[in-house]
């Protein structure tokens, strides 16, 4: 089944009034970048006068922000002052590609950005239907289990963090349940037995210190937030189905019933997870208080994190700021760690995923690409990719990248190091090729909170005793029937 999000009229439509090259001599500018995140366009403005002082090249910036920049970039794009580079995402190439107007790799005339496009990893690219290369990322982001590095270097008697995360990183499920409750007894009675990480002991100190006297909980879950868990965490058991964004696209309807049993154990995990979850005075159990937004919300997640009330805290590489204004000292003392599942090579229909794969990953994710206009001039094209080449490779456009849009840039490498240690984590799994996707972009509607996440929230995380088999199994179908319907949509 092709999927896409505009009718074929639509496409036609656009390519109909389509501007064929022609150009518009009368343009006071060499480059018109049309930008979708509006945090950065006052320093986009900057980058265009650095970059005119630079080459002597003007670069117009027109901004506008995400939620609505699909219909205004449809009318920019038909005038005759089109934007020759614009910001898209992994959803709208569709539309962009299927009009004619996205420049594929092999169409760039600038042979050092071909090779930058060539350098985007296979999970990052932007793809039309599962094939091609159609952008530069503006960024990765990416989430997974956070971590106060300090707090488990006391705990567990440490000198260096970098033999545990690697022994965490190859660590089967078991290991990370056994490791979790160590912990929990640790918090509660303060001593805890010892546990194995990739079948090396570690070892649970007797006694709380000054930086773990005021632990309250293993996690720090925000269970009043249902994207926290309804899309990124959706993310594993959709994983175990679907590969990118591009293969929830174009897949069968029939292909989502194999979602049944990664869901029925990604609830498992949750429901694990859930009675370790760490509160502002001690432990908070499943109940009514367990989805209170005054008490559960993400801005009290975050203060369990940096008030050292908890040692872990699913999320992103975008918490450290928000940790940062509550405590500097625990913002430098994050890492990123992989979350852990329970599924098995038997549960895993991905080409080429594995268990262990999945076990040992990240997912990283592109909000936003560059585009080349592909019915700009061969000129204007040129003018383009010399800007977003510069952009990203040179020391200017790098810095502006770091500095003035707090990105991690999609090209950085090992000797790069940000002030953000979460996303110096992010280079460091992309630089192994241990990242996932993010095939949880393309679920049909509002899945992952509608569906997903409102079960959880309302069937799960109120439930104080056990989630039988059988209530776990109508959530899982009920998951899976909205997922075909959704698609119906399409």
């Known amino acids: ?53 630079e080459t002597g090249k003007k670069v117009k910036v027109f901004t506008v922000g995400t939620t609505e920049s699909s219909e205004t970039l449809r009318s920019e794009i038909k005038s005759k002052d089109y934007p020759t580079v614009f910001a898209t995402n992994a959803i709208g190439i569709e539309e962009w590609k299927s009009a004619g107007y996205a420049l594929d790799e092999s169409g760039i005339q600038n042979e050092q950005l071909k090779a930058l496009y060539e350098s985007v990893p296979e999970a990052l690219r932007l793809q039309f239907e599962g094939e091609g290369n159609y952008g530069i990322p503006y960024n990765i982001e990416g989430y997974g289990l956070v971590a106060n590095k300090q707090m488990l270097m006391e705990i567990l008697g440490l ?72 899309n990124h965490y959706g993310n594993y058991p959709i994983s175990a189905v679907y ?8 897949s069968e ?16 995990e949750l429901e694990f997870a859930t009675n370790y979850a760490a509160g502002a005075d001690g432990p908070v159990e499943r109940g009514a208080q367990f989805i209170n937004s005054t008490a559960t919300g993400y801005d009290q997640a975050i203060q369990m994190l940096a008030e050292h009330k908890a ?85 200017k456009g790098i810095d502006f990248i770091i500095n003035d849009f707090a990105f991690v840039p999609f090209n950085a490498d090992a000797d790069m190091k940000l002030d953000n240690p979460l996303s110096n984590d992010l280079i460091t799994y992309k630089m192994a090729d241990d990242l996932l996707a993010n095939p949880f972009d393309a679920a049909p509607g509002s899945w992952g909170l509608e569906s997903y996440g409102k079960y959880i929230m309302e069937n799960l995380f109120t439930q104080s005793e056990a989630w039988s088999d059988e209530q776990l199994e109508e959530i899982a179908d009920k998951c899976i029937k909205d997922w075909k319907s959704g698609m119906e949509e399409w």
């Open 159 to 230: 000198d260096d963090i970098e033999q545990f995360k690697e022994d965490y990183k190859a660590a089967d499920y078991t290991e990370f349940q056994d490791m979790i409750r160590s912990l929990d007894s640790y918090i509660k009675e303060g001593a805890g037995d010892d546990f194995t990480l990739n079948n090396r002991t570690y070892q649970v100190r007797n006694g709380k210190t000054s930086y773990t006297e005021d632990l309250t909980g293993v996690i720090a879950i925000a269970g009043a937030e249902k994207w926290t868990y309804g």
């Open 311 to 395: 040692i872990f805290m699913k999320n992103g590489n975008w918490i450290y700021s928000n940790v940062q204004k509550i405590s500097d000292e625990t913002a430098k003392n994050l890492i990123m760690l992989p979350v852990k599942t329970s599924l098995s090579d038997e549960d895993i229909v991905t080409e080429g995923m594995t268990a262990e794969k999945l076990n040992r990953s990240i997912p990283e994710f592109v909000s936003q690409y560059y585009v080349i206009n592909a019915k700009a001039t061969e000129e204007e094209r040129r003018e383009a990719e010399d800007f977003v080449y510069w952009l990203n490779t040179s020391d």
């Open 1 to 53: 089944m092709k999927a896409s999000y505009i009718s074929m009229a639509a496409v036609i439509g656009l390519s109909v009034v389509g501007l064929c090259g022609c150009g518009n001599k009368d343009k006071d500018y060499d480059i018109y970048f049309f930008n979708a995140k509006s945090e950065i366009a006052e320093s986009l403005e900057t980058v265009a006068d650095e970059y005119e002082a």
């Open 253 to 268: 309807p029939e292909r989502a019933d194999y979602l049944k049993t990664p869901i029925i154990k990604s609830l498992k």
């Open 243 to 250: 590969s990118t964004v591009y293969d929830v696209r174009e």
